[in-house]
């Protein structure tokens, strides 16, 4: 079977500017239908850009980025949209809206990229629920879960529907370390699917078992990327 590129970078740099606190330099990575990738950024590392840019949601000061083999700066702004609407993202920070419950947050991307009937996605996002330990989907306010309780939550959000691009960073945030299991084997059925993973951590840390499951690991080092040692 062909080889599929879902996300690249080519040299790509950024200089650190609000919301973000982190320089990137030069970085390239590719991610490919079906892969896993790890970023380790170490400690302290809250604004990275990475993510945004690789949804397109900023323009690197030079380099590429290519979604599907085309870069984003290419794209018209609809089809820019229209595109996003297959990528899975838990973010950084919350990202909900707040007066939305939390199962109209999960739904509202598939609600508004497609045309699945209501009935259809409340089923599947009720078996993502079940899969990450809740009985029923969270039906109350954002302000109204706890903290880990919200983040499994983003794990229902990033997961439903069929994301070509899976955009994790940090979901084990707030979490034990114990946590990971049901999540890594989720994003693993995404990829058996094929998509490409992308998931941010600090470190291994609550990963040290599903080593094997990353296809490819790389190490935040200043400003660059760098492909793990082994």
Known sequence: MDTVSILRFEDVSLAAQPPYALDLAEVSLELNAGELGLVLTGPATE?????DLASGLVAPDTGLVRFQDEDWQDRHPDTATAARGNIGRIFEKRGWISNLDVD????????????RPA???????????????????PR????LLRTGELRRAAWIRALLGTPLLVLLEHPLRDLPAHAAAPLVAAVQSAAARGAAVLWIAESFQGLETFRPVFSKVWTLEGARLNAAKE
Do not use: M, S, Y
């Open 47 to 51: 604004g990275l850009p990475l993510a």
């Open 119 to 137: 009935a259809e996605l409340e089923a599947e996002a009720l078996a993502l629920a079940k899969q990450f330990g809740f009985d029923d989907l």
């Open 104 to 115: 109209e947050n999960i739904t509202l991307a598939q609600r508004h990229h497609t045309t």
């Open 140 to 143: 109350v306010r954002p302000a």
